[in-house]
């Protein structure tokens, strides 16, 4: 940011110490201007009014890397002032569609929103990874959405932590799913699974099945955006290096222009009810927020909706990356299911933390003779210091026999898969101890919880069954149907028992199902799963 008055601004954009041609630069300001660099990567902008502007690379063809090393330019008539600025870094405009990294847009049936959302997520990640094809699958990635919308864990189709696992907890279809939810499907290896095993939502498909293509996700982490944007690069480089991330909104004809740009006042009291990906970002759209700058977003309300079936969102959006649940959401390092076996107590994944605690275990009883092969735990901090240790025993009130031992950090919150030095035999029958130290922001675990519910709340009879419109946005115009959504929050039982779940306190472990939770005592588990195989390699 610098002042100019009535002057001309020319500078040099440079890579590896040479001028980069053809490469687009914007200044922002009382006015907006471009220019192209010139062979010698040489840009010039004259006949400025008076005020403070600011110099940026946008669209960077000529830098294969898509960064600067140096953008360097003069003050004229300002004293001779020179400058150098260093590497904004991603450009200021993206899209992921134009290096073929986003699947095509669908139509969602019912409240599904969230479930098109994670998949257009771990699509993308599949196409920047180039898994789907070497995996042996033709075309672009496509996954169930329905799959999870059915077998999430937390509907009344199924819920494997109550007896019977039918009949109780949020509505099918119209559940106001989230990304903890979607995790706890992914995780605990339940999905996910291709759009042509099991993509059926007017009855619930099969659960799992030996024909199934099955398929993981090594890390799901959370991103919030600062409210001044000052991590937005770091959201930016994730898009570009790992493809699209799922993130939330505010649903309402109120919220978004004829240009189908979204903007949510930060000081309104609406909380998200809508899920979307988020493919690429333009930091010079003009949208109803007071600055500019939008991410590009991709919906699920078919082709013919909005921009093809996209939209744009502001920066400055109360929920859209802000959101401290659904803000912004990375679905990494996804492939083919490496694992046959997924050894869990936290049927329902992250639920609470309790903060006070940095050592926790989980003890498991091996099922079948095979190899545990890495470790899987949340973590509700970023930067955390991780310790994982596998013994083969607990005795007189500790754990005996290390077998395993691995250190590392984990930048983001999330859930994480850490690989063990070496795989570990199991024989079927033994006991085995999963041992997670984290060096700060307390431990994730599941335990009964309240799980929030949306339904159209001028409905007089429910129909779970209905190929319906999202209540507030038709998929053909800007109409409102003032539906007003019905929210409310639904207990969801998880399960636990003694001598599943542990935790260090004063040099002691202690049984986590005898701690006192309140009301939800004797329901809660470490988020803490180990993944064998039944091959060592």
Not at 240 to 261: K, V
Request: proline share 5%.
């Amino acid at each position: 940011m610098f002042a100019a008055s009535g002057c001309r601004i020319s500078g040099t954009v440079t890579q590896d110490g040479h001028g980069a041609a053809g490469v687009t630069v914007v200044l922002m300001g009382p006015v907006v201007k471009t220019a192209v660099t010139g062979s010698d990567g040489r840009y010039a902008f004259d006949y400025l009014w008076t005020g403070s502007y600011t110099i940026a690379v946008d669209e960077c063809p000529a830098l294969p890397e898509r960064r600067l090393v140096a953008m360097s330019g003069l003050f004229e008539n300002m004293e001779g002032i020179d400058f150098e600025k260093q590497a904004p870094g991603p450009m200021a405009r993206f899209d992921l569609r134009d290096i073929g990294a986003v699947t095509p847009v669908r139509k969602q049936k019912g409240f599904t929103c969230w479930t098109f959302a994670v998949m257009a997520a771990i699509e993308s990640n599949m196409l920047m990874n180039n898994v789907w094809q070497a995996a042996g699958e033709e075309g672009l990635p496509d996954l169930a959405e329905y799959h999870l919308d059915w077998w999430n864990g937390f509907n009344k189709n199924n819920n494997d932590d109550q007896s019977p696992p039918t009949g109780s907890g949020i509505e099918i279809h119209y559940g106001g799913g989230d990304y903890r939810g979607a995790s706890a499907y992914i995780m605990r290896g339940e999905g996910v699974v291709r759009d042509v095993d099991a993509q059926s939502y007017l009855i619930a498909p099969k659960r799992r099945t030996d024909g199934y293509h099955y398929f993981y996700v090594r890390d799901i982490e959370w991103f919030i955006l600062q409210s001044d944007l000052g991590n937005i690069v770091e959201i930016k480089e994730n898009i570009m290096e790992y493809g699209a991330m799922a993130t939330c909104l505010r649903s309402s004809s109120s919220f978004i222009d004829s240009r189908y740009t979204h903007y949510q006042p930060p000081e309104s009291g609406l909380g998200p009810d809508h899920n979307v990906a988020i493919v690429g970002w333009n930091d010079y759209k003009i949208t109803p927020a007071p600055k500019r700058g939008a991410w590009l977003c991709k919906n699920s309300w078919g082709l013919d909706s909005q921009i093809d079936g996209n939209f744009w969102i502001s920066y400055y959006d109360k929920n859209a990356g802000h959101d401290p649940e659904m803000g912004a959401v990375a679905f990494r390092g996804a492939g083919p299911m490496p694992y046959d076996s997924v050894y869990y107590h936290d049927y329902h994944g992250w639920r609470d933390t309790i903060d006070d605690c940095s050592e926790a275990m989980n003890a498991f009883v091996a099922r079948r003779a095979e190899y545990l092969k890495a470790v899987s735990f949340a973590t509700a901090a970023d930067d955390v210091g991780f310790e994982v240790a596998i013994y083969d025993g607990f005795e007189a009130g500790q754990p005996v026999d290390l077998l395993a031992d691995v250190e590392g950090t984990i930048g983001r919150t999330g859930f994480h898969t850490v690989d063990l030095p070496a795989p570990i035999i199991l024989s079927q029958g033994d006991d085995f101890y999963i041992y997670v130290r984290l060096s700060h922001g307390g431990h994730p675990v599941d335990r009964t919880s309240l799980v929030r519910e949306e339904l159209p709340g001028t409905r007089s009879t429910l129909d779970p069954f209905e190929d319906w419109h999202d209540p507030f946005y038709s998929y053909d115009s800007l109409e409102t149907y003032d539906w007003p959504i019905q929210i409310k929050y639904v207990l969801v039982e998880s399960a636990a028992g003694p001598g599943q779940s542990y935790y260090r306190q004063d040099g002691e472990w202690l049984d986590l199902y005898y701690r006192d939770l309140g009301e939800y005592s004797g329901t809660a588990n470490f988020c803490i799963k180990g993944l064998a195989a039944a091959e060592a390699d």
